[in-house]
């Protein structure tokens, strides 16, 4: 397998426990060198890991690797080598896996649609419900109308995410206890770079292996 546009990983056990993040270089044909914090300790047993890497075309590739030939480069860094044994999938380029997470976010309307002539705060205070690669579906107090443009960040990834969305429908929910009306807003993501979609990608990842685990426990 050859990876087209990768430059950051994700090195798990073979139990998905998250070990470390790592860069990705290019070593030779069959092979590549991830950067890894100092402290990471190689395994004396079989060498074999499950590491996640974010490639901008191919998407978000999970394989079984094998690593060794820990070289150091800097005292905080150091040089692994890594030989993809197995392709396990990429499902994750699909743009309709969701999971389920509430995130507090304030969502910003940048752009109306044309007719629309009502008001709206700056800012809004929202919750997410799912977000995918390719969308997300959140609740505020306010109907922010069809064909609008919103933009938020997320701050839980790995560093923080402007993400700009057009909103495709709004749901009137059940109103709190409090009698405040809320709607629902499922919404496209829109103007993606590829850099911040490895990086959505990668929350999600890390996002769906914690609830495989809440599940097993």
Same mark, same amino acid.
């Given at each position: 397998m050859v990876l087209k546009k990768c430059r950051k990983a994700e090195v798990y056990d073979l139990s998905d426990n998250l070990l470390c993040a790592a860069e990705v270089t290019r070593a030779s044909l069959d092979g590549y060198r991830l950067?890894?914090?100092?402290?990471?300790?190689?395994?004396?047993k079989t060498g074999v890991y499950k590491v996640v890497f974010f490639d901008g075309v191919a998407g978000l590739i999970h394989t079984v690797c094998v690593l060794g030939d820990p070289l150091n480069?800097?005292?905080e860094q150091q040089s692994i080598a890594c030989v993809i044994r197995e392709e396990k999938g990429n499902d994750q380029?699909?743009?309709?896996?969701k999971v389920p997470v509430g995130v507090l976010i304030e969502v910003r309307c940048i752009r109306k649609p044309a007719?629309?002539?009502?008001? &709206?705060?700056? $800012?809004i205070p929202a919750c997410t419900t799912n977000i995918s690669a390719g969308g997300v579906y959140f609740v505020?107090?306010?109907?922010?109308?069809?064909?609008?443009?919103i933009q938020f960040e997320l701050h839980e990834s790995?560093?923080?995410?402007?993400l700009t969305a057009s909103?495709?429908?709004?749901?009137?929910?059940?109103?709190?206890p409090n009698g405040k009306q809320q709607f629902g807003h499922g919404c496209r993501f829109i103007n993606m770079k590829a850099q911040a979609e490895a990086e959505l990608r990668s929350y999600i990842f890390r996002q769906? &292996?914690?609830? $495989?685990?809440?599940?097993?426990?």
């Open positions: 950067i890894v914090p100092a402290d990471f300790e190689l395994s004396d480069i800097s005292k380029r699909r743009s309709d896996l007719g629309f002539d009502g008001k &709206l705060p700056v $800012r505020c107090e306010h109907s922010i109308p069809a064909d609008a443009h790995s560093k923080p995410l402007q909103v495709l429908r709004v749901d009137a929910l059940e109103p709190l769906e &292996l914690a609830l $495989r685990r809440k599940e097993r426990e």
